[in-house]
Nanobody
Framework: QVQFVESGGGLVQPGGSLRLSCAAS????????MSWFRQALGKDRELVAT????????NYVDSVKGRFTISRDNAKNRVYLQANSLKPEDTAVYYC?????????WGQGTQVTVSS
């Protein structure tokens, strides 16, 4: 079955950095664009970053441009999110998935908390 396992979150001070990792399985990973999403408490889940299937192109929501970098390793079926210059408004549970949520399932997510 399709699985997404996110890791790497934690508590960090404003201005700090984290590297999130997602292990995907159960589908042909290198055939799909992958994305990171996030959901803050009481808010809708939002798309944060997307990378094409071969990794040649990326896209970001305006609020993270210049601070976050998405990457992937197709040999390991993993997608990453390097989050720098973190702000309190980045606090959320972060999830990875295919860009169009093709399989109807989500992982447990990884909590990112930015606070002094």
């Amino acid at each position: 079955q399709v699985q997404f396992v996110e890791s790497g979150g934690g508590l960090v001070q404003p201005g700090g950095s984290l590297r999130l990792s997602c292990a995907a399985s159960g589908f042909v990973f290198n055939s799909y664009a992958m994305s990171w999403f996030r959901q803050a408490l009481g808010k809708d889940r939002e798309l944060v970053a997307t990378i094409t299937s071969a990794g040649g192109s990326t896209n970001y929501v305006d609020s993270v441009k210049g601070r976050f970098t998405i990457s992937r390793d197709n040999a390991k079926n993993r997608v990453y999110l390097q989050a720098n210059s973190l702000k309190p408004e980045d606090t959320a549970v972060y999830y990875c998935n295919t860009r169009w949520r093709d399989f109807g399932s989500w992982g447990q997510g990884t909590q990112v908390t930015v606070s002094s």
